[in-house]
């Protein structure tokens, strides 16, 4: 249950630094609400997929989310000027922010687990429509 999150917030990480150092890829927002849309495109679904695939799938999501963030690190001269300094500190703030998502999404998904089949498929067709207007705006 907790293997996604954690391993969301690794690999968003990991991005945000290499954001944070520069590395731009092209579409990277295209990518991001993309995965938004795919994510409720498989919860439409309803099947799980294996595990390792499932981790490959929300670290490659979390990477692009990451250098989004790191992208948009405000550079001072906070921490002595020290880039490390600043970095942890950005990073400890959107970081403790998606841990605290990442709970809520799992309770979240404890309740609507219990709910009927409508309600959840509704709360997965409002996430693929919100990763496709994401998408039409990038």
């Not at 309803?46 to 992208?71: E, K, T």
């Amino acid at each position: 249950r907790w293997a996604g999150p954690a391993s969301f917030l690794a690999a968003m990480t990991a991005g945000a630094a290499l954001g944070a150092l520069g590395l731009a890829l092209p579409f990277a927002e295209v990518g991001i609400a993309a995965s938004v849309a795919v994510l409720g495109v498989m919860l439409l679904a309803g099947r799980q997929m294996p595990a390792p695939a499932g981790l490959v799938l929300i670290a490659l999501a979390a990477s692009l989310h990451g250098l989004a963030h790191g992208a948009e690190m405000p550079m001072s001269d906070s921490f002595g000027g020290s880039f490390a300094g600043s970095f942890a500190a950005y990073a400890a703030g959107f970081g403790l922010t998606t841990a605290a998502l990442h709970v809520a999404g799992v309770g979240l998904g404890t309740v609507l687990a219990r709910a009927q089949a409508w309600v959840w498929r509704s709360a997965a067709l409002a996430t693929t429509a919100a990763g496709l207007a994401l998408m039409a705006r990038a």
